[in-house]
């Protein structure tokens, strides 16, 4: 299994439609064998899902996410945890452990406003930066 986080010095990235990097962790018998950074090269919002399906992820652990990004992973086949907030590493391992807290239903809207790592929050309440 391949689960990837978006990812940001250590923590989960709250905005999945502009990471910039995602950490990729390969995971066998319930434990992570390899864990690998890589950058999106530039690629936002909808081309994201593309990236991590090219990469074979199967699952997603994020923060907040919008709708549309929600379906392409769907379409992709990959799972979506959202509304997860702290370190990459330790949400990772709570994942493994069963004992993630999620919220299924995650979706940030009004996302027609400009991000730029001003410290703005979408309204669902998610920290931009």
């Known amino acids: 299994m391949r689960i990837a986080v978006p990812y940001e010095n250590g923590q989960i990235f709250q905005h999945f439609g502009q990471s910039e990097r995602f950490k990729v962790y390969d995971v066998e018998e319930h434990r992570v064998v390899t864990a690998t950074t890589i950058n999106t090269n530039g690629s936002k919002h909808g081309a994201l899902p593309d990236v991590l ?5 199967n699952e997603l652990i994020c923060g907040g996410i919008g709708g ?7 379409e992709a086949g990959i799972k979506l945890m959202g509304g997860v907030t702290g370190e990459a590493d330790q949400a990772v391992q709570a ?3 069963g004992t993630l807290v999620f919220d299924p239903q995650v979706e940030c809207k009004d996302h027609g406003h400009e991000h730029g ?6 309204d669902c309440g998610h920290s931009e930066k």
């Open 53 to 57: 399906k090219k990469i074979q992820v």
């Open 68 to 74: 549309g990004a929600k379906k392409a992973l769907a």
């Open 117 to 122: 790592g001003s410290g703005s929050v979408c």
């Open 95 to 97: 994942y493994l452990n």
